[in-house]
């Protein structure tokens, strides 16, 4: 009971709408089922079926086993099935299908839009070829873009055999109009509608028609008198099926009925480690039908041998019969396959000749014998006579590194260069061919490096002069690779310079010339500066042969006068080489500084310097002396801080250790945080007596600052109130101490100090357990430093210090008993 339902399942699961399912599967035999044969529409068909009757293909397995399907046939169809679900699969996105097709899919789409022609997909899987990366032409079937894909664009083949699977579109057009996509099934026929069934299978695509023509006239009655025309084209290639032996992949290939033998090659991975490129085989009906040689299309792009193929045509390809290498300098060396009868000039060619580096006179080869290996030459002559052998090694070396007819000039000639050498050329023959000698030339000697027969140099020298005027004895017989020198007379001549400095533009090392006078090298340095002084100095090196001790001078020493105006020496010094000039600067010649005033005074500002010693009273004075809202306990100067002071301190050691960091401190805080140094001043003192020292000498870049009377006292640093406290007269540094609060936990009461409004501090002393704080003034600022972190004792360090008193006592009584 349960095997009859299955068979109804069965048989229900397998019907179809078109006419090549209902006649194969309604029978009970399905020995005959190809399930290569069955296209996308019959396997969507089986897949509705499937899920309609909620029955897996692995359920229907054993009937269909049973009414003679064999398991392979039962294995590509669970395949495909398997495969149409993964092609077909939905996106996410499950609302959108028409917008989610796959690249692949849409590409077919698109295709089958512009050429009404469609191909079922042919899934191959190939691997690269890397047994045979030295062998020619295996590069052919590792290149993804020769795949020789049979090209769908074409019309359709007048020799065109049709078989199963393929699908004819059909058309009558005129008076009667009939339209239909007619598939040929597995027995070869086609069925069309009011007409019957048609035997195509075998045909070309020529005769089809013209037997569908026929058919149709014989029910259409138009069709035969005319008025209505038949139209018969492919609309769908089948696929065939090919067999591959002896290639990198071999096995049965599915592919389209319109491949070639180079199609099925490349799908194969081409021939595999010991297979021929130049004897594949193609078996047709048990017999060779082709034999493919692959270096015809790679050598000459002939495609002769690229036949179609055709369903169960077979591809063999046997091992090969020699095989040779070639080496060295070749376009393309590699191993090659050689034919009987072919020579070196054949395997020549298959590399694509010699390269340009190449030795053509001789090729070595290395042979193979029965017991050793054996070396021969093969000269030029027997290119085309020599035979390879397999297994010969042919090795293309370089031309050797040196020339045939070379020979060089070079030096004081206008042309200096390699020049051809031909015999009997001598030393004129060759300047003349550089344009001749340069005005420069040395015409006492030129030299010539010549290479002997044992590969040592020699030199030959010859008069320059002489040779070219023809004496026989100086224009020397040339040889090849002779290196002729010229020499310049410059290059006798030592470099000579002059150097000089001071007040002069652009002052430096120059090069001397011949009458070289001062006046010309003032001028070639841009002129003298306005500073120059009208005395000059050139210092003179001495040149003698003897040491002269007497002599206490290392240098001669000539004073000048020269106008600074007009920038002329006083008489046409001529210079000499190495001479030292030395401009030097007129005794007074400055620029007037300036100072600047700021604060409480009736016109501030900027003032120069008018005399050499300005004091700060003369020029407070200068500034309309103070105002009334002067303070006068508030005068202060701000110098700035100059670089060479930060050098001073930089070069001072103070010994305090590689680890101490107090100098370095001291320096970053010069260069980063302080720019000026506070200078304050006791101006009441200065009103009373200017001679006093207090009246302090200005300098350039000074600045004079007089603070505003403020009576304000500012308390800051650690105290819990950073604020500013009236002034009140008579109270002490603890009134505005406590005015703020106190000091904070970390407030070092002790280090308290002061800063007056000149700039002045005042820190508070102490003695024992009493502490003198300093006067507070108004304007002034009051500063609580931070305690620093002392380290506590641990509690063995405590025990330890005990000890230490403990046994210190105990010591010390012993000592007075």
Same mark, same amino acid.
């Given at each position: 009971?349960?095997?009859?339902?299955?068979?109804? @399942?069965?048989?229900?699961?397998?019907?179809?709408?078109?006419?090549?399912?209902?006649?194969?599967?309604?029978?009970?035999?399905?020995?005959?089922?190809?399930?290569?044969?069955?296209?996308?529409?019959?396997?969507?068909?089986?897949?509705?079926?499937?899920?309609?009757?909620?029955?897996?293909?692995?359920?229907?397995?054993?009937? *269909?086993?049973?009414?003679?399907?064999? =398991?392979?046939?039962?294995?590509?169809?669970?395949?495909?099935?398997?495969?149409?679900?993964?092609?077909?699969?939905?996106?996410?996105?499950?609302?959108?299908?028409?917008?989610?097709?796959?690249?692949?899919?849409?590409?077919?789409?698109?295709?089958?839009?512009?050429?009404?022609?469609?191909?079922?997909?042919?899934?191959?899987?190939?691997?690269?070829?890397?047994?045979?990366?030295?062998? &020619?032409?295996?590069?052919?079937?590792?290149?993804?873009t020769l795949n020789f894909e049979p090209n769908l664009k074409?019309?359709?083949?007048?020799?065109?055999?049709?078989?199963?699977?393929?699908?004819?579109?059909?058309?009558?057009?005129?008076?009667?109009?009939?339209?239909?996509?007619?598939?040929?099934?597995?027995?070869?026929?086609?069925?069309?509608?009011?007409?019957?069934?048609?035997?195509?299978?075998?045909?070309?695509?020529?005769?089809?028609?013209?037997?569908?023509?026929?058919?149709?006239?014989?029910?259409?009655?138009?069709?035969?008198?005319?008025?209505?025309?038949?139209?018969?084209?492919?609309?769908?290639?089948?696929?065939?099926?090919?067999?591959?032996?002896?290639s990198r992949q071999p096995g049965n290939y599915s592919i389209?009925?319109?491949?070639?033998?180079?199609?099925?090659?490349?799908?194969?991975?081409?021939?595999?480690?010991?297979?021929?490129?130049?004897?594949?085989?193609?078996?047709?009906?048990?017999?060779?039908?082709?034999?493919?040689?692959? %270096?015809?299309?790679?050598?000459?792009?002939?495609?002769?041998?690229?036949?179609?193929?055709?369903?169960?045509?077979?591809?063999?390809?046997?091992?090969?019969?020699?095989?040779?290498?070639?080496?060295?300098?070749?376009?393309?060396?590699?191993?090659?396959?050689?034919?009987?009868?072919?020579?070196? =000039?054949?395997?020549?060619? &298959?590399?694509?000749?010699?390269?340009?580096?190449?030795?053509?006179?001789?090729?070595?080869?290395?042979?193979?014998?029965?017991?050793?290996?054996?070396?021969? #030459?093969?000269?030029?002559?027997?290119?085309?006579?020599?035979?390879?052998?397999?297994?010969?090694?042919?090795?293309?070396?370089?031309?050797?590194?040196?020339?045939?007819?070379?020979?060089?000039?070079?030096?004081?000639?206008?042309?200096?260069? &390699?020049?051809?050498?031909?015999?009997?050329?001598?030393?004129? #023959?060759?300047?003349?061919?550089?344009?001749?000698?340069?005005?420069?030339?040395?015409?006492?000697?030129?030299?010539?490096?010549? @290479?002997?027969?044992?590969?040592?140099?020699?030199?030959?020298?010859?008069?320059?002069?002489?040779?070219?005027?023809?004496?026989?004895?100086?224009?020397?017989?040339?040889?090849?690779?002779?290196?002729?020198?010229?020499?310049?007379?410059?290059? &006798?001549?030592?470099?000579?310079?002059?150097?000089?400095?001071?007040?002069?533009?652009?002052?430096?090392?120059?090069? %001397? %010339?011949?009458?070289?006078?001062?006046?010309?090298?003032?001028?070639?340095?841009?002129?003298?500066?306005?500073?120059?002084?009208?005395?000059?100095?050139?210092?003179?090196?001495?040149?003698?042969?003897?040491?002269?001790?007497?002599?206490?001078?290392?240098?001669?020493?000539?004073?000048?006068?020269?106008?600074?105006?007009?920038?002329?020496?006083?008489?046409?010094?001529?210079?000499?080489p190495f001479d030292v000039v030395s401009i030097r600067k007129?005794?007074?010649?400055?620029?007037?500084?300036?100072?600047?005033?700021?604060?409480?005074?009736?016109?501030?500002?900027?003032?120069?310097?008018?005399?050499?010693?300005?004091?700060?009273?003369?020029?407070?004075?200068?500034?309309?002396?103070?105002?009334?809202?002067?303070?006068?306990?508030?005068?202060?100067?701000?110098?700035?801080?100059?670089?060479?002071?930060?050098?001073?301190?930089?070069?001072?050691?103070?010994?305090?250790?590689?680890?101490?960091?107090?100098?370095?401190?001291?320096?970053?805080?010069?260069?980063?945080?302080?720019?000026?140094?506070?200078?304050?001043?006791?101006?009441?003192?200065?009103?009373?007596?200017?001679?006093?020292?207090?009246?302090?000498?200005?300098?350039?870049?000074?600045?004079?600052?007089?603070?505003?009377?403020?009576?304000?006292?500012?308390?800051?640093?650690?105290? @819990?109130?950073?604020?500013?406290?009236?002034?009140?007269?008579?109270?002490?540094?603890?009134?505005?101490?406590?005015?703020?609060?106190?000091? #904070?936990?970390?407030?070092?009461?002790?280090?308290? %100090?002061?800063?007056?409004?000149?700039?002045? =501090?005042?820190?508070?002393?102490?003695?024992?357990?009493?502490?003198?704080?300093?006067?507070?003034?108004?304007?002034?600022?009051?500063?609580?430093?931070?305690?620093?972190?002392?380290?506590? *004792?641990?509690?063995?360090?405590?025990?330890?210090?005990?000890?230490?008193?403990?046994?210190?006592?105990?010591?010390?009584?012993?000592?007075?008993?």
């Amino acid at each position: 009971m349960k095997n009859i339902i299955f068979f109804s @399942l069965f048989l229900v699961l397998f019907q179809t709408s078109t006419v090549q399912a209902q006649d194969l599967l309604k029978s009970t035999d399905l020995s005959t089922l190809k399930v290569d044969y069955l296209s996308d529409s019959d396997i969507i068909k089986i897949k509705t079926q499937l899920q309609a009757n909620n029955v897996t293909i692995d359920q229907a397995e054993p009937m *269909a086993l049973s009414k003679g399907m064999s =398991a392979g046939e039962f294995s590509k169809l669970k395949a495909r099935l398997a495969q149409f679900d993964t092609k077909k699969e939905p996106s996410k996105e499950g609302t959108k299908e028409g917008l989610k097709n796959s690249g692949k899919d849409s590409e077919e789409i698109n295709r089958q839009k512009e050429f009404g022609r469609k191909q079922q997909e042919i899934v191959n899987l190939k691997i690269k070829d890397s047994l045979n990366a030295l062998v &020619f032409g295996s590069e052919l079937f590792d290149n993804p873009t020769l795949n020789f894909e049979p090209n769908l664009k074409l019309a359709t083949p007048v020799n065109y055999i049709l078989g199963p699977g393929d699908e004819l579109q059909v058309s009558v057009y005129g008076v009667q109009e009939f339209n239909a996509s007619i598939p040929v099934s597995v027995e070869g026929k086609v069925t069309l509608q009011y007409v019957g069934e048609i035997s195509v299978s075998g045909m070309s695509i020529e005769a089809a028609t013209q037997r569908i023509k026929s058919a149709f006239a014989r029910v259409y009655s138009t069709v035969a008198s005319g008025q209505s025309q038949v139209s018969v084209s492919l609309s769908q290639i089948r696929t065939i099926k090919v067999t591959l032996i002896g290639s990198r992949q071999p096995g049965n290939y599915s592919i389209s009925s319109l491949a070639t033998v180079y199609n099925a090659l490349f799908l194969g991975g081409g021939p595999a480690k010991n297979g021929s490129y130049r004897n594949i085989e193609l078996l047709r009906n048990n017999k060779v039908y082709k034999t493919v040689d692959i %270096y015809n299309f790679l050598v000459n792009g002939d495609q002769s041998d690229n036949v179609g193929l055709k369903d169960n045509d077979v591809i063999r390809i046997p091992a090969y019969n020699q095989r040779v290498t070639v080496e060295g300098e070749v376009k393309r060396p590699g191993i090659f396959e050689m034919k009987k009868g072919e020579s070196f =000039a054949d395997l020549l060619r &298959f590399a694509s000749g010699f390269n340009e580096f190449a030795y053509t006179a001789s090729v070595n080869v290395l042979q193979k014998t029965a017991k050793e290996f054996k070396v021969r #030459d093969i000269k030029q002559s027997e290119f085309s006579t020599y035979n390879p052998v397999s297994g010969d090694v042919f090795n293309v070396t370089k031309i050797l590194n040196r020339f045939e007819n070379r020979i060089k000039i070079e030096g004081a000639v206008f042309r200096p260069n &390699f020049y051809s050498f031909a015999a009997g050329m001598k030393v004129s #023959d060759l300047i003349s061919r550089a344009e001749g000698l340069k005005e420069d030339a040395y015409s006492k000697r030129g030299t010539i490096i010549r @290479l002997k027969s044992d590969l040592s140099t020699e030199i030959v020298n010859f008069d320059v002069a002489k040779a070219v005027a023809g004496d026989p004895t100086e224009n020397i017989l040339l040889k090849r690779e002779d290196n002729v020198t010229i020499y310049s007379v410059l290059t &006798f001549r030592e470099e000579f310079k002059v150097t000089i400095d001071g007040e002069v533009r652009n002052p430096g090392e120059y090069d %001397y %010339y011949d009458n070289l006078t001062l006046n010309d090298l003032i001028v070639q340095v841009g002129g003298l500066t306005g500073s120059a002084s009208k005395r000059v100095e050139v210092a003179r090196m001495i040149t003698s042969e003897e040491i002269d001790d007497a002599n206490p001078l290392k240098a001669q020493l000539y004073s000048i006068e020269i106008s600074p105006t007009r920038n002329e020496q006083a008489k046409n010094f001529i210079l000499k080489p190495f001479d030292v000039v030395s401009i030097r600067k007129m005794a007074v010649y400055e620029k007037p500084e300036s100072i600047t005033i700021i604060g409480a005074v009736n016109y501030p500002g900027k003032y120069a310097l008018v005399k050499k010693k300005s004091t700060v009273y003369e020029l407070i004075q200068r500034a309309g002396g103070l105002t009334s809202l002067a303070n006068i306990e508030g005068v202060k100067i701000k110098r700035p801080i100059q670089a060479k002071q930060i050098e001073d301190l930089e070069n001072v050691n103070v010994n305090l250790g590689k680890k101490d960091s107090i100098q370095d401190k001291l320096e970053k805080k010069l260069k980063e945080e302080l720019k000026f140094a506070t200078i304050p001043l006791d101006w009441q003192e200065i009103v009373k007596d200017q001679s006093i020292s207090a009246n302090v000498t200005l300098f350039a870049g000074d600045e004079i600052e007089v603070a505003t009377f403020n009576e304000g006292v500012k308390v800051a640093g650690n105290v @819990l109130l950073t604020s500013e406290i009236p002034y009140v007269k008579g109270k002490a540094f603890k009134y505005y101490l406590n005015a703020v609060g106190g000091v #904070d936990g970390k407030g070092w009461k002790r280090k308290a %100090y002061v800063i007056y409004p000149n700039g002045k =501090a005042s820190v508070t002393n102490s003695f024992l357990f009493f502490n003198a704080y300093p006067k507070v003034k108004p304007g002034s600022q009051i500063i609580v430093p931070e305690k620093p972190e002392v380290k506590k *004792a641990t509690v063995g360090e405590l025990v330890g210090i005990g000890s230490v008193i403990s046994s210190l006592a105990l010591l010390i009584i012993t000592a007075f008993r």
